[in-house]
């Protein structure tokens, strides 16, 4: 229980290769224990892509697709290029989780673009106001009653007291940082940093009780205007949810390092009555 994944050997698959990986129990979702968070299985494609990406280009956008429930059974991710070009590229990933007979069915799908880097430093516009560096603020009530748990149990929190206009809340604010890294005995890039925990601004924005309500999603999508520099690993969080009537949500994120605001998030939500 070292880290989310560890590896295996890797396989060949009707001519594609296969990077293999046992999750642990690390992995776990607050709504089963028999399913993986978002977050690990993102990060893990993640991590293929920027092995995949070419020298030269930096990735601008992440697309994150959960296609169903990600079991914790052994799972298989590959990369590959969509789109090739020198300036412009698109790579994707796909995560593949074996069933109960054994077979492996994909359950997550990642598109990447990347672009060619060049020197853009007398351009820099940046009006997103700072994190504040560090809070004492109380948990959402049910991070409190499962954070020992799973993905929550893997991570630390640190909330920030959010801000108050006209006496309603605003968004809420929350640095985190994966206890353990993604796969046993590997040092994670910044960006797999990022992926290890970003999806976790669905459950930092709820305001729900979810012993009334499920609030679920089934992707996500960052735009980043720069690379993430992470301090000791800390992400910083502030999300914000919008409820519709007809049972359709969405989470808004704004994402930070220690250097200020480098990326900005957005996850569609299934909300139901329990």
């Keep these: 229980m070292d880290a989310f994944f560890h590896p295996g050997p890797d396989v060949d698959v009707d001519g594609a290769r296969y990077e293999v990986f046992e999750p642990t129990r690390l992995t776990a979702s607050v709504w089963a224990d028999t399913m993986q968070h978002g977050a690990p299985p993102a990060a893990l494609m993640v991590r293929a892509l920027e092995r995949a990406c070419a020298p030269g280009l930096q ?3 992440v697309t994150i697709e959960l296609l169903g429930v990600v079991p914790i059974t052994q799972s298989r991710v590959r990369a590959w290029v969509s789109r090739p070009g020198r300036a412009i590229s698109l790579f994707t990933a796909e995560v593949e989780c074996a069933d109960r007979s054994g077979e492996f069915r994909p359950v997550a799908r990642a598109h990447a673009w990347a672009l060619s880097t060049s020197d853009t430093a007398a351009f820099v516009r940046d009006v997103v106001p700072a994190l504040p ?6 948990a959402p009530a049910f991070f409190e009653a499962v954070r020992e748990a799973g993905f929550l149990g893997a991570c630390e929190w640190r909330f920030v007291p959010p801000a108050v206009e006209d006496g309603v809340e605003g968004a809420r604010h929350c640095w985190v940082r994966a206890r353990v890294p993604l796969v046993a005995g590997e040092e994670p890039t910044d960006l797999v940093r990022v992926f290890s925990v970003i999806d976790a601004a669905n459950g930092i924005s709820a305001r729900m009780d979810p012993t009334r309500v499920t609030w679920m999603n089934m992707d996500m999508t960052v735009h980043l205007h720069r690379a993430p520099r992470l301090s000791a690993g ?3 969080i502030a999300a914000d949810q919008q409820i519709g009537p007809e049972g359709l949500g969405a ?13 900005r998030g957005s996850q569609t939500l299934l909300v139901a009555a329990r």
């Design 133 to 138: 560096a560090d809070g004492d603020a109380p």
């Design 251 to 263: 989470t808004a994120s704004e994402i930070y390092d220690a250097d200020g605001h480098f990326a």
């Design 234 to 236: 800390w992400v910083g």
């Design 59 to 61: 990735i601008s956008r």
